[in-house]
């Protein structure tokens, strides 16, 4: 089964930092272009940032400075590194990108999302 396991969600203070780590198992042959959104109670999922496969990352102007995104080809995996966190912050926080499978089809995917929270 192809899918987006995300992972590094919890409770942290403000101020704290977190890492959130997505990764394709299944047939994949690589991922293609990723990207993390979030979701808050009562709000729309929001894009948080976003990695080509080349490697350039665009943020959303409340993350800049503070949120990295990076990618590791060779284990599939995107990770998205969280530090100065705020309350606002709060949500679920959802991986999404393009699978290029092993039988050579691709496949665009969502994570089951991964909760963070951020207490002031």
């Known amino acids: 089964q192809v899918q987006l396991v995300e992972s590094g969600g919890g409770l942290v203070q403000a101020g704290g930092s977190l890492r959130l780590s997505c990764a394709a198992s299944g047939s994949v042959f690589r991922i293609s272009v990723m990207a993390w959104y979030r979701q808050a109670p009562g709000k729309q999922r929001e894009l948080v940032a976003s990695?080509?496969?080349?490697?350039?990352?665009n943020y959303a102007d409340s993350v800049k400075g503070r949120f990295t995104i990076s990618r590791d080809n060779a284990k599939n995996t995107v990770y998205l590194q969280m530090n100065s966190l705020k309350p606002e912050d709060t949500a679920v926080y959802y991986c999404?990108?393009?699978?290029?499978?092993?039988?050579?089809?691709?496949?665009?995917?969502w994570g089951q999302g991964t909760q963070v929270t951020v207490s002031s």
């Open positions: 999404n990108g393009g699978l290029v499978l092993v039988a050579g089809s691709y496949r665009w995917s």
């Open positions: 990695i080509t496969a080349g490697g350039s990352t």
